[in-house]
Protein backbone atom coordinates (compact mmCIF):
# COMPACT_ATOMS: atom_id res chain seq x y z
CA UNK A 1 0.00 0.00 0.00
CA UNK A 2 1.31 3.03 -0.95
CA UNK A 3 1.05 6.32 1.42
CA UNK A 4 -1.77 7.81 0.06
CA UNK A 5 -2.15 11.35 1.86
CA UNK A 6 1.27 12.48 3.05
CA UNK A 7 -0.65 15.28 4.86
CA UNK A 8 -2.46 12.92 7.00
CA UNK A 9 0.83 10.62 7.40
CA UNK A 10 2.90 13.72 7.91
CA UNK A 11 0.54 15.07 10.79
CA UNK A 12 -0.03 11.45 12.52
CA UNK A 13 4.29 11.65 13.05
CA UNK A 14 3.72 14.81 14.14
CA UNK A 15 1.14 14.15 16.88
CA UNK A 16 3.65 11.19 17.95
CA UNK A 17 6.75 12.63 18.63
CA UNK A 18 4.61 15.94 20.22
CA UNK A 19 3.72 13.46 22.60
CA UNK A 20 7.31 12.42 23.27
CA UNK A 21 8.36 16.18 23.21
CA UNK A 22 5.33 17.26 25.78
CA UNK A 23 3.84 14.15 27.91
CA UNK A 24 7.38 12.41 27.48
CA UNK A 25 9.44 15.67 28.27
CA UNK A 26 12.05 14.89 25.83
CA UNK A 27 13.75 18.15 24.61
CA UNK A 28 13.45 17.41 20.81
CA UNK A 29 13.07 19.85 17.60
CA UNK A 30 11.63 17.83 14.30
CA UNK A 31 11.43 18.26 11.14
CA UNK A 32 9.02 16.37 9.05
CA UNK A 33 9.27 15.98 4.97
CA UNK A 34 7.09 14.09 3.05
CA UNK A 35 6.38 13.73 -0.67
CA UNK A 36 7.92 11.28 -2.96
CA UNK A 37 11.99 11.56 -2.67
CA UNK A 38 11.87 13.36 0.61
CA UNK A 39 14.51 15.48 1.90
CA UNK A 40 17.32 12.95 2.40
CA UNK A 41 20.46 13.97 1.68
CA UNK A 42 21.96 11.46 -0.69
CA UNK A 43 18.90 10.21 -1.68
CA UNK A 44 19.98 6.78 -2.10
CA UNK A 45 17.45 5.67 0.10
CA UNK A 46 14.51 7.28 -2.24
CA UNK A 47 11.77 7.39 1.18
CA UNK A 48 8.91 9.39 0.88
CA UNK A 49 8.59 10.53 4.89
CA UNK A 50 11.90 12.43 5.70
CA UNK A 51 12.36 12.85 9.69
CA UNK A 52 14.98 14.95 11.14
CA UNK A 53 15.48 15.47 14.85
CA UNK A 54 18.01 17.64 16.73
CA UNK A 55 17.52 19.52 20.03
CA UNK A 56 19.07 18.91 23.25
CA UNK A 57 17.75 15.33 23.87
CA UNK A 58 19.22 14.23 20.19
CA UNK A 59 22.06 12.60 21.31
CA UNK A 60 19.86 10.13 23.22
CA UNK A 61 18.38 8.92 19.95
CA UNK A 62 22.05 7.97 18.79
CA UNK A 63 23.32 6.07 21.79
CA UNK A 64 23.61 2.24 21.01
CA UNK A 65 24.08 1.94 17.48
CA UNK A 66 21.07 4.41 16.82
CA UNK A 67 19.10 2.27 19.29
CA UNK A 68 15.94 4.87 19.79
CA UNK A 69 16.09 6.19 16.57
CA UNK A 70 15.12 3.12 14.99
CA UNK A 71 12.57 2.02 17.64
CA UNK A 72 11.00 5.83 17.39
CA UNK A 73 11.26 5.19 13.24
CA UNK A 74 9.38 1.69 13.83
CA UNK A 75 6.60 3.18 15.39
CA UNK A 76 6.77 5.96 13.60
CA UNK A 77 5.51 3.73 10.58
CA UNK A 78 3.21 1.46 12.31
CA UNK A 79 1.78 4.41 13.41
CA UNK A 80 0.92 5.34 9.79
CA UNK A 81 -0.03 1.66 8.79
CA UNK A 82 3.44 0.77 6.70
CA UNK A 83 3.85 -2.90 6.45
CA UNK A 84 7.44 -4.15 6.72
CA UNK A 85 8.49 -4.50 3.78
CA UNK A 86 7.44 -0.35 3.52
CA UNK A 87 9.44 0.30 6.43
CA UNK A 88 12.10 2.17 3.42
CA UNK A 89 9.64 4.56 2.72
CA UNK A 90 9.88 6.16 5.81
CA UNK A 91 13.54 7.62 7.12
CA UNK A 92 14.40 8.98 10.48
CA UNK A 93 17.70 10.87 11.42
CA UNK A 94 18.99 12.70 13.99
CA UNK A 95 22.25 15.12 13.79
CA UNK A 96 23.17 13.00 11.05
CA UNK A 97 23.36 9.80 12.66
CA UNK A 98 21.93 7.89 9.64
CA UNK A 99 23.32 10.03 7.07
CA UNK A 100 27.16 9.61 8.29
CA UNK A 101 26.52 5.75 8.24
CA UNK A 102 25.19 5.62 4.58
CA UNK A 103 28.70 7.49 3.56
CA UNK A 104 30.26 5.01 5.34
CA UNK A 105 28.94 2.04 4.09
CA UNK A 106 29.41 3.74 0.94
CA UNK A 107 32.95 4.23 1.02
CA UNK A 108 33.49 0.91 2.51
CA UNK A 109 31.72 -0.77 -0.58
CA UNK A 110 34.24 0.88 -2.49
CA UNK A 111 37.32 -0.36 -0.78
CA UNK A 112 35.74 -3.57 -0.49
CA UNK A 113 35.03 -3.92 -4.39
CA UNK A 114 38.52 -2.84 -5.13
CA UNK A 115 39.61 -5.70 -2.85
CA UNK A 116 37.27 -8.05 -5.11
CA UNK A 117 38.85 -6.82 -7.85
CA UNK A 118 42.53 -7.27 -6.86
CA UNK A 119 41.91 -10.78 -5.01
CA UNK A 120 38.80 -11.85 -6.69
CA UNK A 121 37.79 -13.52 -3.37
CA UNK A 122 34.64 -12.41 -1.79
CA UNK A 123 34.62 -9.74 0.85
CA UNK A 124 32.18 -10.33 3.96
CA UNK A 125 30.45 -7.12 5.69
CA UNK A 126 29.66 -7.40 9.54
CA UNK A 127 26.28 -8.14 10.50
CA UNK A 128 24.02 -5.31 9.35
CA UNK A 129 20.14 -4.42 9.60
CA UNK A 130 18.22 -5.06 6.72
CA UNK A 131 18.20 -1.70 5.62
CA UNK A 132 21.79 -1.00 6.34
CA UNK A 133 22.31 -4.21 3.91
CA UNK A 134 19.99 -2.68 1.63
CA UNK A 135 22.65 0.32 1.18
CA UNK A 136 25.29 -1.52 0.85
CA UNK A 137 23.58 -3.88 -2.15
CA UNK A 138 22.64 -0.25 -3.64
CA UNK A 139 25.84 1.34 -3.79
CA UNK A 140 27.51 -1.75 -4.96
CA UNK A 141 25.32 -1.03 -8.30
CA UNK A 142 27.30 1.23 -9.55
CA UNK A 143 30.59 -1.50 -10.03
CA UNK A 144 29.55 -3.37 -13.02
CA UNK A 145 32.11 -5.97 -12.63
CA UNK A 146 31.00 -6.94 -8.98
CA UNK A 147 27.82 -8.55 -7.51
CA UNK A 148 26.27 -8.94 -3.76
CA UNK A 149 24.34 -11.35 -1.95
CA UNK A 150 23.45 -11.57 1.72
CA UNK A 151 24.30 -14.85 3.39
CA UNK A 152 23.23 -15.95 7.44
CA UNK A 153 19.65 -15.67 9.19
CA UNK A 154 18.33 -12.84 11.07
CA UNK A 155 20.21 -10.47 13.14
CA UNK A 156 23.48 -12.68 11.92
CA UNK A 157 22.44 -11.49 7.87
CA UNK A 158 25.59 -10.09 6.41
CA UNK A 159 26.35 -8.85 2.56
CA UNK A 160 28.92 -10.60 0.68
CA UNK A 161 30.86 -8.76 -2.51
CA UNK A 162 31.87 -10.84 -4.81
CA UNK A 163 33.05 -10.85 -8.50
CA UNK A 164 30.25 -11.34 -11.38
CA UNK A 165 29.15 -14.73 -11.56
CA UNK A 166 31.35 -16.32 -8.44
CA UNK A 167 29.84 -19.86 -7.41
CA UNK A 168 26.73 -18.78 -5.05
CA UNK A 169 27.39 -22.08 -3.71
CA UNK A 170 30.38 -21.65 -1.74
CA UNK A 171 28.89 -18.10 -0.18
CA UNK A 172 26.78 -19.91 2.45
CA UNK A 173 30.41 -21.04 4.34
CA UNK A 174 31.43 -17.58 4.70
CA UNK A 175 31.44 -15.95 7.70
CA UNK A 176 30.43 -12.05 8.71
CA UNK A 177 33.39 -9.71 9.37
CA UNK A 178 33.61 -8.74 13.08
CA UNK A 179 31.11 -5.95 13.80
CA UNK A 180 32.39 -2.62 13.03
CA UNK A 181 31.75 0.25 15.54
CA UNK A 182 27.87 1.95 14.13
CA UNK A 183 27.36 -1.56 12.75
CA UNK A 184 24.74 -3.64 12.73
CA UNK A 185 22.41 -0.73 14.11
CA UNK A 186 19.16 -2.57 15.09
CA UNK A 187 20.08 -5.90 13.86
CA UNK A 188 22.08 -6.93 17.46
CA UNK A 189 19.97 -7.05 20.07
CA UNK A 190 17.39 -9.84 19.33
CA UNK A 191 16.04 -10.92 23.07
CA UNK A 192 12.62 -9.70 23.12
CA UNK A 193 10.70 -11.86 21.49
CA UNK A 194 6.80 -12.30 20.86
CA UNK A 195 6.75 -15.40 23.49
CA UNK A 196 8.40 -12.77 26.39
CA UNK A 197 5.09 -11.13 26.61
CA UNK A 198 2.99 -12.97 28.78
CA UNK A 199 1.87 -15.60 27.09
CA UNK A 200 0.40 -18.40 28.39
CA UNK B 1 8.16 23.09 32.24
CA UNK B 2 9.89 20.51 34.04
CA UNK B 3 8.48 16.46 34.04
CA UNK B 4 10.83 15.03 36.45
CA UNK B 5 8.40 14.59 38.88
CA UNK B 6 5.59 13.33 37.08
CA UNK B 7 5.43 9.71 36.91
CA UNK B 8 1.44 9.90 35.96
CA UNK B 9 2.96 11.29 32.18
CA UNK B 10 4.26 7.37 31.77
CA UNK B 11 0.71 5.68 32.00
CA UNK B 12 -0.02 9.49 29.52
CA UNK B 13 2.87 8.34 27.07
CA UNK B 14 2.41 4.72 26.54
CA UNK B 15 -1.81 5.29 26.21
CA UNK B 16 -1.42 7.90 23.89
CA UNK B 17 1.44 5.54 21.53
CA UNK B 18 -0.88 2.82 21.80
CA UNK B 19 -3.53 4.38 21.17
CA UNK B 20 -1.75 5.79 17.79
CA UNK B 21 -0.98 1.72 16.78
CA UNK B 22 -4.32 0.47 17.08
CA UNK B 23 -7.85 0.17 15.64
CA UNK B 24 -9.66 0.66 18.56
CA UNK B 25 -8.22 3.50 20.57
CA UNK B 26 -11.07 3.76 22.96
CA UNK B 27 -10.05 0.19 23.90
CA UNK B 28 -7.00 1.11 25.43
CA UNK B 29 -6.02 0.89 29.02
CA UNK B 30 -2.71 1.74 30.67
CA UNK B 31 -2.33 0.70 34.75
CA UNK B 32 0.58 1.27 36.63
CA UNK B 33 1.27 -0.84 39.38
CA UNK B 34 4.26 0.21 41.60
CA UNK B 35 6.72 -2.53 42.77
CA UNK B 36 9.75 -1.51 45.40
CA UNK B 37 12.03 -0.29 42.50
CA UNK B 38 9.67 0.21 39.39
CA UNK B 39 6.64 0.88 38.19
CA UNK B 40 5.05 -1.41 35.80
CA UNK B 41 2.67 -0.38 33.40
CA UNK B 42 0.13 -2.95 32.42
CA UNK B 43 -1.31 -2.37 28.35
CA UNK B 44 -4.53 -3.93 27.48
CA UNK B 45 -6.17 -3.00 23.67
CA UNK B 46 -8.49 -4.74 22.01
CA UNK B 47 -8.12 -8.48 20.99
CA UNK B 48 -7.74 -7.74 17.55
CA UNK B 49 -5.15 -5.19 17.99
CA UNK B 50 -2.78 -7.35 20.26
CA UNK B 51 -0.98 -8.00 17.28
CA UNK B 52 -0.20 -4.37 16.72
CA UNK B 53 1.03 -3.38 19.72
CA UNK B 54 3.33 -6.44 20.01
CA UNK B 55 4.73 -7.07 16.17
CA UNK B 56 6.17 -9.26 13.89
CA UNK B 57 8.97 -10.70 16.13
CA UNK B 58 7.93 -8.67 19.38
CA UNK B 59 9.43 -5.44 17.60
CA UNK B 60 6.99 -3.19 18.22
CA UNK B 61 6.88 -4.12 21.74
CA UNK B 62 10.33 -3.71 21.93
CA UNK B 63 10.44 -0.37 20.30
CA UNK B 64 7.73 1.08 22.71
CA UNK B 65 9.95 -0.18 25.72
CA UNK B 66 13.26 1.23 24.47
CA UNK B 67 11.16 4.71 24.47
CA UNK B 68 9.77 4.02 27.80
CA UNK B 69 13.65 3.21 29.03
CA UNK B 70 14.50 6.55 27.28
CA UNK B 71 11.90 8.33 28.57
CA UNK B 72 12.54 6.98 32.16
CA UNK B 73 15.33 7.56 32.28
CA UNK B 74 14.91 11.43 32.41
CA UNK B 75 12.37 10.47 34.89
CA UNK B 76 14.77 9.18 37.17
CA UNK B 77 12.40 6.00 37.83
CA UNK B 78 12.44 2.66 36.50
CA UNK B 79 8.99 1.61 34.29
CA UNK B 80 8.44 -1.12 32.83
CA UNK B 81 6.27 -1.95 30.10
CA UNK B 82 4.10 -5.35 30.15
CA UNK B 83 1.00 -6.20 27.27
CA UNK B 84 -1.47 -8.33 28.60
CA UNK B 85 -3.02 -10.36 25.97
CA UNK B 86 -6.25 -12.16 25.51
CA UNK B 87 -6.36 -14.57 27.75
CA UNK B 88 -4.56 -13.33 30.63
CA UNK B 89 -6.90 -10.74 30.07
CA UNK B 90 -10.10 -12.61 30.52
CA UNK B 91 -8.66 -14.06 33.58
CA UNK B 92 -7.71 -10.60 35.09
CA UNK B 93 -11.12 -9.32 34.81
CA UNK B 94 -12.97 -12.76 36.72
Same mark, same amino acid.
Request: aromatic share 4%.
Given at each position: ???? /?YN????????????LT?T?????K?????????G??? #??E?????VE???P??????????E??H??? @???A?VI????????K??F /??N?F?A??AHEL???A??A??R???T?????FA?M???????? @?????S???I???????????F??AHT???D??K??S???????????????? #??DR?G????? | ????????DM????? !?? +????V? !????V??????R !? !?????????A?S???????K??????S???I????????H?R??L????E????A +??E
Amino acid at each position: MPIE /DYNAAAQKIAALLKTLTTTGGLRLKYRITAGAGAGEPD #GLEGCEIYVELGGPDAPLLTQRGGELLHALE @HVAAKVIRLENEEHDKISF /DANNFKAIRAHELKVSAEAAAERVRRTGQPYSFAPMSSRERRLL @HLAFRSFEDIETSSVGEGARRFVVAHTKGYDASKLASLQAAAPSFGGGGRGGR #GGDRRGSDRRR | MTHEERPDDMQELVT !EI +ARALVD !EPEAVIVEAVER !E !ESTVLRLRVAPSDVGKVIGKQGRTARSMRTILGAVSMKHHHRYTLDILEEDKQAA +ASE
